[in-house]
């Protein structure tokens, strides 16, 4: 068995991991990163590929289970309403993501002392704010500042993306309705922007990026890391978390692509491998210190899984908008009901973005009142659809429930000779709530932009792109397993940086805020190891 050291070691090199390590490789940190994917060439993403919608569906497909590549781990998903989606390499899920970035809403973080519901955050929207700032000009954000849902904060490095005619007829349906929309805030250049071509709005974002406009980590930050000194290790599959005789984070055991163990020894070491990844890792990472799983005295590791339950509605227009294109982010967003109103029979609620609505195949399969179609009816379909519908994209705040949350199966053995992780989650009456009253909105949104015609999903089971919460932050060490700061309560110099340490959910995708927790804790960890050395001294 091989040995090498590093001062800190990361695991995952997806977006809190890029985050995290380029700040520590600016203050020449020793860092070193194991991801046990691969790097991407941006000429292998299918969107500029004429199969682009079958590819997409099968080798290039965001639920691990169906891509089914060697860098994937096994999820077992029969127990869960919500399928994962989450992607395994340099990158991580900012290879497929939307982009979509949005900032947390100010009461977010208090949704205990405002509604009475999960609990509130140890930090607030201010302690982020400088972050999320510095993080849209890292990530080549495209927007407009100003949306009134929102403190004030700097303008985004670049204007917006086109909000494409389907937009312009929902936002103004919105103003006639004194209803709040938005232009889109996007992570994808709207123009040339630190090496980054513009988008070229061919709407395939969610299956790599050929042009290099979408604001995916292995673009933005690894290069960089790595050009201060970070090594970045791909193909290492981390099987356990190691402990000194303190009880002290020391390093990692993984697997190359080969098979053969390596050990790597650190100062600290930091967890970016998604809210499944890092729990996942944490549970099978047993000792006799901690024999129900690494930093978990508190039960809390693998529970409070939120999902964010989605539903759809496409709106069907008469006129032609060529609606195939643009980008897969949002045209425009809309937070008219993203707060709780004391009307409504649900608490909290839902963020709706406006989408294209894709090309023929997706017009094909996409279940319009749960059945399918052929020959005549199904070329009606897809003329119907094709270029002459939008898609409100409706995601509602999920609440942390201790019930919800994955487990290490014994009977569904890995290659590594372990239990297999299994997610076990019930979308709440609550949700259910939301979604059913969002989806008649959404309804009467596309009405009254002009849509002629509307079919709503009420739950899209296979969207499970933001899983959150397994790791929580809290002061109460008996009620969570991160500080506020991000740092392990048991385990002093382990920190997880990861969408795992979400208290609630928010309704707004989560890759900002994500992000900006991550560069906070580097800040923390950059400032206190510089004290300790002056101490030293």
Known sequence: MSKT???????????????????????????????????????????????????????????????KSPADYSILDDTSDIKPMLYNGVGGSTILYSAHWMRFLPSDFNVHSLDGVGKNWPINYHDLAPHYNQNDIDFGVSGIAGDPAYPDFPEYPMPPLPIQPWGERVANAHHKMGWHWWPGSNAIASLPYKGRRPCVQRSTCRAGCNEGAKGSVDQTHWPEAIACGAILKTGARVSRILLDQHGLACGALFKDASGNTHKIESEIVILASHAIGSAQLLLKSTSPKFPNGLANHSDQVGRNLMMHPLSRVIGFFDEPMMSWQGHWGQSIYSLEFAETRPEHDFVRGAKWNLSPSGGPLSAALYPIDESRCWGKPLHQRIDNWLGRSAVWGITAEDLPNRQNRLVLDPNFIDSNGDPTVRLIYKVSENSKRILKFMTAKAVQSFSEAGAHQTSASSLVTDNGWHALGTCRMGIDADQSVVNPWLQ?????????VDGSVFVTSSSVNPAATIAALARRTAKYIIKSRSTIKRAKI
Not at 9 to 22: D, H, K, N
Not at 488 to 496: A, F, G, W
């Open 5 to 67: 050291t590093t001062e800190i070691l990361i695991i995952g090199a997806g977006l809190s991991g890029a985050v995290t390590a380029l700040q520590l490789a600016r203050s020449n940190i020793k860092v070193t990163c194991l991801e046990q994917g691969q790097w991407n060439n941006r000429e292998d993403y299918p969107g500029d590929k004429p199969d682009f919608e079958l590819l997409s569906m099968g080798p290039w497909h965001a639920n691990p289970n169906v891509r």
């Open 488 to 496: 392990s309560h048991d385990v002093k110099n382990l920190y997880i």
